[in-house]
């Protein structure tokens, strides 16, 4: 994949995948894709406190790095993260009673949507000021070393993340030690209204890995598989001890950067070029071509996933507010 | 007089002040193709074109150091942020490099530089929610604005944009009376009212350094900011139809700070409380419970009230969160404790 | 016992700990190879070898962001910066992550991380003399500790290594006993004696949160840290011969505060002066203050006296840096002032 | 010039050049030398505050780099300022008077060795923050792309620099909007006690311009003809309005890396290889062998240099000492 404007269409080549796994994948990126557009409309609702952003149109890059990984792999991620927390296992049950503000919310009703957590599953938290994971996902590669467990630490960051200084200092850490570290570049097109074009002197971004003497490359963002063997390049290469990799994953944000966000600076045709280009169909068209799945079988984990969101907010809302005083024993790690 | 939100009066400002003076020009993200985050930049790309209004990429500490070196060679820029809480990425380059570097030139360097943007809690997470004014009235060299009203973010902007320090021009995402970026309504809160919200349409200048009484009274003052500002007024008005006659003092600037009209207000009423959104904990309202010290202590009948935000990061959760932002009901206590200690 | 200076006390305090722990690491500019700018590291790379001592690239904020993920994953990372003034380039590591995550997660997550280094001013300009600790304090979610004497800085490093939160560990450079890393001689000041330099080898863990008396007295109190610990017990000896009584009382931590040992001592003496050497304004001094306001305003019989540093960036030259960081004399005015108001 | 390691000696090639232009650097050169010895042996007298960081051995980059600018273009500077500031016109008497914080001194006596700053000659200051100097000179030649004035502002700092990521934020948005900056990395081998390759992924550090889409080059560092060429041809494309540059000059500091610190982490070898390339000597030796001065014109020169620095640090200690309040003057602009 060469250039940011030849977008990609077609079914994904499923020849000769397990099976399980591409059921897997379809259905993780359903339940991100469901768990969003529930939320658009729960927003709409007013019943919901705060913002969010959708990844919509982007759950190939999530799902497909993950899916690379080991449970006791850690990621760390950004304002725009439901989809890597669904791709990490983070129950939806927990993601959504977060958003609703609950007790039982993955961060007890202490994070909401932009620092979604949970330890237990190697999510190690989604930060909100851009590029602020980059660091951190670092230091876990950085931790997995000196404890020899094996690990690899990945970091979800946007196009607009490259331009922030912390990108930089971290690449060349992890380079400069050979630390088991992978950086996804979601390139998404669009930093809020900034085009990369408008915002880096080099829109060839994952070339910028040149100047940390680390591998670089781009991959077609809307194909969960494409971008599932390059991530599982990359754990190789990191798990070897051969050091950290920088992937570049071309794909777009369907829907505007936050909430109601109209994205009025995008040019309609170019939405719509993008729309045709859907992960998630691509995939399913995919499964059809290669024989692994028919219709009616992909339709039963449509409405699965549907469902599983749709059991998700029923939970939710049978849970429990956080109370105003909540917040005292979150303040230090003793209270 | 026309009513106008206090976005709307910060680009006011801002745009009167670039057709003044070509020097003037504006850094930030998407302040130009898209008008700011919550719109305070308008249009201003189209009026003023690309030389002037700067879309930079995501690099808080790059660009606040080339608005230094644009303010120490001929230009008199205005940062952007689109949150204040974005402004520690910049942190060394504010508090190291544009507050210090007229005092380490023996006054040779002028850093003619106005750093904005929007603060305040509104259910957004700990990271968009902070109120960071305390950080930089700790950081001589800098001098720190607060507006409340419409009317005083016009004339203290200007004011701001003239002056040839670097100043922190804070604005409550809750007093914009405008959207936010994620497309909903204009935020805003119960307690604001219309007062001040009378902005001329030409420009004019409120000295920095200079309080404003927002209301007289005889038995207690209230000194508050920014919201905080409107929360203390309403309980003002609540305590008045009880016979307690409350005086309201709005700082408008942290630094400089006008002692005088504090201390002639504490020397009136010999009760205060101390109102701010920010961290408590050496925060804006320590200095000011620490300068009611210094200056008026024995004019004090009962110890000053603190009221702040708690010392913790900022819950999500709207319950939390109001918890430890405080609310109207905590200040009102607060003044009934300053009446009855 | 032995007399060691302040540098080696936290040297073996880590030392100690990194030998009975091994998820304890070290990270930082030069402490590898070169043991530190200031010595505190040296010999650790040889004993603990590089997975346990990083020497880093000149990236604060991005040895920060490893340490806090390393933290967040297993290790205790011990971060150097080589003068604390550096700490702001890593300001948004510092206060929007480490500080916010693990009320973020709603207590999940733990960021054991321990951020040190030197400050103080020593004649080497505005960007290498600052005190940092009270935007840190203003900080909640991180402890700040303030250690005065080779004693407490043994027993606190200890602590905080433990410690599961972020700690600002804050080492003045005139206390250190070591060489600069100029290579001249060691830096120190004429106002420190003795006091507390017997460190027993083994090790010994001081509770963060919990003050000190230094010095019993029953006419007035002077609290203070750091340097200005040692100036406020010089000035209290001169007093004493004079037959005034001085109380001094080291708080050791910042945050949390030991408010109950400060109300103890106001309530026997009913006057305080308080001293630190960051600046004046929004700082630790006016957070004193406050809390002396709150807590014991009817056990005052003067205002408190605020000292501390001047509200400017610290000049260069020697005779202005000593105008603007609080002197013996200084102090000593104050406490006669508290006397006499 | 290719790797860091092949330290070059012999005398500058001076065929063909402005004789005035050579006598100016040389002279330039001989005067940042002088005042940094003079200042070394006023540090062990005791008689100077504070500290200071020499830059001898690295004169050929300052002296080379502003040669090929005009009087109103810009500098910004770092801890190891003095030689950049004698570069730029500063008066002598100004930096000593400085350096021993006297009311005359460049700053007032407020600054010190490592804030040096002279507005009146585009000096606009030595920045002591590692990589600080960078955005705010970047700053300047956007204000020189707005006023149209036609100056460029050119950015002194170390090898050790280039791993902050204020230089990351500043090189993207130069070259982003073709402002008319120039970069110059003082390789001297050494961040403190930290080797190029120990803190760099990518130790040819003029390579990573590519990451910024900028031109980047590497020339010999003490052949202060080297310098200004490539500082010429970097000025010419900034005036045009062809955007930054990136060049990396190899050089050494043959002191330790402030006062008397004895950078006991070099070996003795490297850093007598590194005095057999003096920059001074490799110029004069340069200028005889063009038959452009000859032995005794160069002595003349020489001591000439020596008087004025003898001059200055006579004018210095005949200067007023700083006050105890001066400061008070300088806290905000308006007092
Ligand atoms: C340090 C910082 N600066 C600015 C913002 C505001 N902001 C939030 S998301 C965003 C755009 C990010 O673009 P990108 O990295 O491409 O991620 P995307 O939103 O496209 O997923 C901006 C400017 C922020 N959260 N943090
Ligand atoms: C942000 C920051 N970090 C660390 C330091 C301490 N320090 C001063 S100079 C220096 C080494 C700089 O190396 P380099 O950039 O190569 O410049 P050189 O000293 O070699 O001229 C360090 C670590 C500092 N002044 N600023
Ligand atoms: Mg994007
Ligand atoms: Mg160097």
């Known amino acids: ?335 | 007089m026309r009513e106008i939100g206090l976005a709307a009066a910060v680009r006011e400002g801002m745009v009167q002040e670039m057709r003044a003076d070509p020097s003037v020009i504006v850094l930030g993200e998407d302040v130009g193709k898209f008008g700011g985050a919550f719109h305070v930049t308008h249009d201003m790309l189209d009026e003023f074109g690309p030389d002037r209004v700067w879309d930079t990429p995501i690099s808080e500490a790059g660009f606040t150091g080339l608005g230094i070196g644009a303010a120490l060679t001929g230009l008199r820029p205005i940062v952007e942020y689109q949150y204040l809480d974005f402004i520690y990425c910049a942190m060394d380059q504010v508090v190291n490099q544009a507050a210090k570097i007229h005092l380490m030139s023996g006054g040779r360097a002028k850093t003619p530089l106005v750093l904005r943007g929007p603060q305040g809690a509104t259910g957004r997470g700990a990271q968009h929610s902070q109120s960071v004014e305390g950080y930089f009235m700790h950081t001589p060299g800098m001098k720190v604005v607060v507006p409340a009203t419409p009317y005083d973010a016009k004339g203290l902007i200007i004011s701001a944009i003239r002056d040839d320090n670097p100043v922190l021009f804070v604005e409550h995402k809750l007093l914009y009376g405008a959207a936010s970026p994620g497309g909903g309504k204009a935020l805003s809160d119960s307690a604001i009212q219309a007062i001040g919200m009378d902005v001329p349409e030409a420009p004019y200048a409120i000295p920095l350094g200079v309080a404003d009484v927002k209301r007289q009274g005889e038995d207690v003052t209230i000194i508050a900011t920014l919201l905080m500002l409107h929360r203390a007024l309403a309980v003002a008005e609540g305590l008045e139809t009880e016979g307690v006659s409350v005086e309201v003092v709005d700082p408008r600037t942290l630094a400089p700070l006008d002692v005088e009209t504090i201390a002639a207000s504490v020397a009136k009423t010999n009760r205060v409380v101390v109102v701010s959104e920010d961290v408590s904990r050496a925060g804006v309202a320590a200095e000011l419970v620490a300068t009611i010290n210094d200056h008026c202590f024995y004019d004090l009948e009962a110890p000053v009230q603190r009221v702040a935000a708690a010392n913790t990061p900022i819950p999500f959760a709207p319950a939390s969160e109001r918890h430890v932002i405080p609310q109207v009901g905590d200040i009102r206590a607060a003044v009934l404790r300053a009446l009855s200690d």
Chains 1, 4 share one sequence.
Not at chain 1, 19 to 32: C, D, Q, T, V, Y
């Open chain 1, 1 to 335: 994949m060469n250039t940011a404007t030849e977008i990609l269409r077609g079914p994904v080549d499923c020849g000769g995948r397990d099976p399980a796994l591409l059921r897997r994948m379809f259905r993780k990126m359903l339940e991100a894709r469901e768990f969003e557009e529930q939320l658009y409309y729960l927003f709409l609702t007013t019943a919901m406190p705060g913002t969010m952003h959708q990844a919509v149109g982007q759950e190939a890059v999530a799902v497909g790095v993950v899916s690379a990984l080991n449970a006791d792999d850690t990621i760390t991620s950004t304002h725009r993260g439901h989809a890597h927390c669904v791709a990490k296992d983070v129950p939806l049950n927990d993601m959504m009673a977060e958003m609703f503000a609950k007790r039982e919310g993955s961060c007890r009703g202490m994070g909401g949507s932009m620092h979604l957590t949970d330890f237990d599953k190697g999510m190690l938290g989604a930060f909100a000021i851009v590029g602020a994971g980059i660091p951190i996902a670092t230091g876990a590669a950085l931790s997995a070393k000196v404890r020899g467990s094996g690990q690899v630490a990945v970091s979800f960051f946007g196009d607009g993340a490259v331009n922030e200084g912390i990108f930089h200092e971290a690449l060349n850490m992890a380079s400069l030690w050979n630390l088991p570290a992978i950086y996804i570049i979601e390139n998404n097109q669009y930093a809020l209204s900034m085009t990369v074009a408008e915002s880096s002197a080099l829109p060839d971004l994952a070339a910028r890995a040149s100047a940390y003497n680390m591998p670089g490359l781009r991959v077609d963002g809307n194909d969960a598989l494409a971008v599932y063997d390059a991530a599982r390049d990359a754990v190789e290469r990191a798990r070897k001890g051969d050091g950290p990799t920088l992937i570049e994953a071309l794909t777009y944000r369907i829907r505007g950067h936050a909430r109601f966000e109209a994205a009025g600076y995008r040019p309609a045709e170019e939405v719509e070029a993008w729309k045709a280009g859907d992960p998630i169909e691509r995939f399913a068209a995919g499964m059809i071509a290669a024989g692994v799945a028919a219709e009616i079988e992909l339709n039963q984990i449509r409405a699965d996933a549907e469902k599983a969101v749709e059991d998700a907010i029923a939970y939710a809302e049978s849970c429990t507010d956080v109370g105003a005083d909540d917040y005292l024993a979150y303040i230090t790690a003793e209270n």
